[in-house]
């Protein structure tokens, strides 16, 4: 198979400068990484999607190339809500159910929102491991599995943050991400992209002052704000079973939330599915955006 040509570029939207690889023509679709990563993480599920489609898989604001305000607040999620509808409109998507939206991680925090705020816009959503606010706020106040698995808020919203996660060439950062899926080259690209600061990522955890355990009263405001808005943009789940971050009572209420959704597990698969089974998960995004 020819892959399609890879093109880098930068686009000025909202007040920031994004830097993305795109390849491909047909239907838009966007890819957002999660933290601590950057376009990079897509390197195998962009270039065979960008075969029938138009693939952009940006840096998020705060990552890699792209411009890094140091004030948390321009972290704010209504902010990162229109810097993707802003790069969208860029490829020109203007008009009703124009692109597709693909997340993992804070990337699919991030998509989750995008469609929320712009329905009309997304002709499918497509989330990686990435739980929905009103579930993951209910699981903060009453599980205590996701209550311990999420205790890294607490250090990622401290001033702590950056040196303990860059001490030892970024060697916690490393013994979680850069697991089995990982070759030599890949850790290169990593270590590049962190070097270059971590301000920027964990500015993200810090706008969204999250942290583990929640009060209660924080989970009965998101559960009655969400299901006051049951989302009806079409909606893949793919989510990695064996997730030590996320509990799989992530995926037990989300038909609460969303009008028509599928769920699909992967049982060997850990937090970063999209390195570790590519080709599954480009053949269950193809599926659904068919």
């Known amino acids: 198979m020819t892959l399609p040509p890879q093109l880098e570029g930068y686009a ?3 007040g920031v400068r994004l830097h993305y690889v795109e390849a491909g023509t047909g239907k838009l679709v966007l890819l957002l990484h999660g933290f601590p990563e950057f376009w990079y993480a897509w390197k195998e599920v962009l270039p065979d999607l960008a075969n029938d489609h138009h693939v952009v898989a940006i840096d998020m604001r ?10 948390p607040d321009q972290y704010k999620m209504p902010l990162l809500v229109e ?13 009703q159910n124009q692109f597709v939206l ?7 925090a991030v998509a989750w929102q995008v469609a929320y705020a712009h ?3 997304i002709e499918r959503l497509v989330i990686l491991n990435a739980p929905h606010p009103a579930v993951l706020a209910v699981l903060l106040a009453t599980d205590r599995a996701q209550q311990q698995a999420s205790q890294y808020f607490n250090l990622f919203t401290s001033p702590l943050a950056e040196a303990a996660l860059s001490a030892n060439d970024f060697a916690l950062l490393q013994q979680s991400v850069l697991q089995n899926w990982a070759t030599a080259e890949d850790k290169q690209k990593y270590l590049e992209c962190w070097r270059r600061g971590l301000t920027g990522p964990l500015n993200y955890y810090r706008a969204a002052a999250l942290q583990s355990p929640v009060p209660q009263f924080i989970a009965d405001a998101a559960r009655v704000e969400y299901r006051a808005k049951i989302l009806n943009v079409p909606t893949l789940v793919l989510w990695g079973m064996r997730d030590h971050a996320l509990v799989p009572a992530n995926l037990d209420t989300l038909g609460d939330y969303v009008k028509t959704l599928k769920i699909e597990r992967f049982a060997d698969a850990t937090h970063w599915i999209g390195q570790e089974q590519p080709a599954a998960v480009s053949a269950a995004i193809r599926d659904f955006i068919r």
Request: aromatic share 8%; proline share 6%; hydrophobic share 35%.
């Open 12 to 14: 000025d939207v909202n």
């Open 62 to 71: 705060g990552y890699n190339l792209s411009s890094s305000p140091d004030a």
């Open 83 to 95: 810097d993707v509808r802003a790069v969208a409109t860029h490829f020109g998507a203007k008009a």
């Open 102 to 108: 693909v997340g993992h991680d804070w990337g699919g």
């Open 119 to 121: 329905p009309d816009l």
